[in-house]
């Protein structure tokens, strides 16, 4: 990272006496009427190298926080033990909003926000590591829109957190560079994991279960920048059938209940090597934005690319899933003996090209073609036996970034 201060500017313990177990009331939060305050002005007062640590205990908060200081780390005694709760949170549109670069979150909850519980954005070299971020209440169209948000960020790191309950998205990375999103758990969601419009990200060994859709990687046409070159693998992705309780209009209120992987409008994706079972409607859906139902509510401009192109599926473990989709595609269950094969595209091709080349090399998985520019009238079990000319790289990331802590 770019800062070289020495850590001795770090911020001292927001509690005095973290040594014995702090005095809590009925509610189980921490008794310090100038917590807040005092965890604000640390904040503001942050320097390059800055280490905000907050001891365990749960903490009510009324207002966002905010962190614009380059070099910030900010973190807790674990992920269940220190717990900043924004039940009663009266103003400020986050949790914790930062546009700082060189920012570390760890070992620390965020709960309860109105909004979304952690935004970074516009920056460079964002961490977060072993971050909770719950409604606790469960699924709820009232909860915060996502989770961990970072956006228009260079070099991402998102690894062994826990999202439940956001309203869109738990992790959504998006106009994002250079992505690792990895052994993370993500439960309870619309999206448990998007990355949307983002270039370059691998996302692996996390667990999505009980979300709406498992896994999606978006491309959407009115953000400033495209994405593609995502690697999905080694993740869990299992039985992501909640009905989708996402605000009307949003982006993932378009998203079947029962989807595992979901790519839409997305260029250069690979899934490979995962484990993906029991999602009703389809383990892997690919999609054109003509299937989302925004063509007509929203328009697009013309350099926008609405079709999926070179998809690849590898060597995925399949088991169950497809057995009960949604309405509109109850009918060609009959193509697939009896439930929808593991991987369904709705069939829509650039016009300009001569192969979208959706590749399922993957045993006994079949590509079903929906056809829909033709409202299903062709859809047919079709060949994909094809594989890219070249496979994406490894995602890498800067060393102090990745440094086990």
């Known amino acids: 990272m770019r800062h070289t201060m020495m850590l001795a500017l770090a911020g001292g313990l927001i509690l005095a006496g973290c040594h014995q177990a702090p005095k809590t009331d009925a509610q189980g939060f921490v008794i310090d009427p ?172 996390n667990t999505t279960t009980g979300n709406t859709g498992g896994i999606l990687v978006f491309n959407m046409p009115d953000l400033p920048v495209p994405g593609s070159k995502t690697r999905v693998y080694k993740n869990t992705i299992t039985a992501n059938n909640h009905a989708n309780f996402g605000a009307k209009g949003s982006a993932v209120s378009s998203v079947p209940a029962g989807s595992g992987v979901v790519i839409n409008a997305n260029d250069d994706v690979e899934i490979f090597d995962n484990e993906i079972a029991n999602n009703k409607t389809a383990n892997i859906i690919v999609s054109s934005y003509f299937s989302t139902g925004f063509d007509t509510q929203r328009g697009r401009s013309a350099a926008y690319d609405p079709y999926p192109q070179n998809i690849y599926v590898a060597n995925n473990r399949f088991s169950g899933g497809g057995n009960d989709p949604t309405d509109q595609f109850k009918p060609l269950m009959a193509l697939g003996g009896g439930k929808l094969p593991d991987v369904v595209w709705d069939g829509f091709v650039d016009p300009k090209v001569t192969d979208a080349r959706i590749c399922v090399q993957n045993g006994d998985a079949k590509l079903l073609n929906v056809d829909g520019p033709h409202q299903f009238k062709g859809a047919a079990i079709v060949a994909a036996d094809c594989a890219p000319a070249t496979r994406l790289p490894e995602i890498a990331l800067p060393a102090e970034m990745t440094r086990a802590r």
Request: hydrophobic content about 40%; cysteine-free; charged content about 20%.
């Open 34 to 205: 100038g917590f807040e305050q005092k965890l604000q002005q640390q904040l503001l007062d942050a320097k390059p190298g800055t280490i905000v640590a907050i001891p365990a205990g749960k903490y009510a908060l009324t207002r966002s926080l905010s962190v614009t200081a380059n070099g910030v780390t900010i973190k807790g005694a674990g992920m269940d033990k220190t717990v900043l709760s924004f039940a009663k949170q009266m103003s400020g549109a986050e949790g914790l909003l930062v546009t700082g670069d060189d920012f570390t979150l760890q070992d620390i909850a965020l709960e309860d926000t109105r909004g979304d519980a952690l935004k970074i954005n516009g920056t460079k070299n964002a961490v977060m590591r072993r971050v909770r971020a719950e409604w606790t209440g469960g699924p709820s169209t009232d909860n915060g829109a996502y989770g961990l948000y970072p956006v228009q960020v260079e070099n991402v790191l998102i690894e062994e957190s826990v999202v439940k309950g956001a309203s869109d998205a738990g992790i959504y990375v998006g106009q994002s560079t250079n992505i690792i999103v990895r052994n993370n758990r993500a439960e309870g969601n619309v999206a448990g994991i998007e990355i949307e419009n983002s270039t370059g990200a691998d996302v692996y060994g």
